[in-house]
């Protein structure tokens, strides 16, 4: 199978439902976020430097194409024949437990953060602010489109999620957090 196919040349895409959109579609820069929001996370794992962080952000990886699928599939049908790509309850509970347990060691938040701290703390940092540029992405799509609405609320709490993890990690490693 070759990579390449010759059918975007022109600037348009396939998308889940077999229907053809330019590259530059909104939906298009939806799961285009997603995915650079996964990129960002495989770099931060690519440190290694907490087993716990790692695996963590390696369900949060596969959560991320499940929600790269459904924002691809137009129709909302993807997660019917595919049930890994169903985004659920149960996903927005796992952020949220992990916040909370992480959140209990840390110092209570006085002032504002300025993002930076370990390599893989500022790593979090910046993964945070892609996921909140993704969130906007989708909160517009959804303001035209039909979008699950746990799609939406995934991404706001995972970007709490790796606020608390780059607070964390910086703490871990005995670096002070910088405040604003």
């Excluded at 930076?116 to 959804?142: I, K, M, N, P, Y």
Aim: net charge negative.
């Amino acid at each position: 199978m070759k990579i390449y196919t010759k059918t975007g040349d022109k600037g348009e895409t396939g998308l889940g439902d077999g229907s053809r959109v330019g590259k530059d579609s909104l939906r298009v820069e939806c799961y285009g976020a997603v995915d650079e929001l996964n990129a960002c996370l495989g770099l931060v794992r690519s440190r290694r430097e907490d087993a716990e962080v790692d695996a963590l952000l390696g369900e949060v990886q596969k959560d991320l194409f499940a929600l790269g699928a459904q924002l691809a599939d137009p129709q909302a049908r993807v997660a019917d024949r595919k049930p890994k790509a169903a985004v659920t309850p149960d996903h927005v509970k796992r952020l949220e437990d992990a916040i909370d347990a992480r959140q209990e060691e840390l110092p209570p938040l006085r002032a504002f953060i300025l993002p930076g701290g370990s390599e893989v703390g500022a790593l979090l940092h910046f993964s945070r602010t892609v996921c909140r540029r993704a969130e906007r992405r989708v909160v517009s799509l959804a303001r035209q489109e039909d979008v699950d609405p746990l799609v939406v609320t995934y991404l706001n709490r995972l970007s709490d999620l790796l606020f608390v993890l780059a607070r964390d990690v910086n703490h871990r490693s005995g670096v002070p957090e910088d405040t604003w």
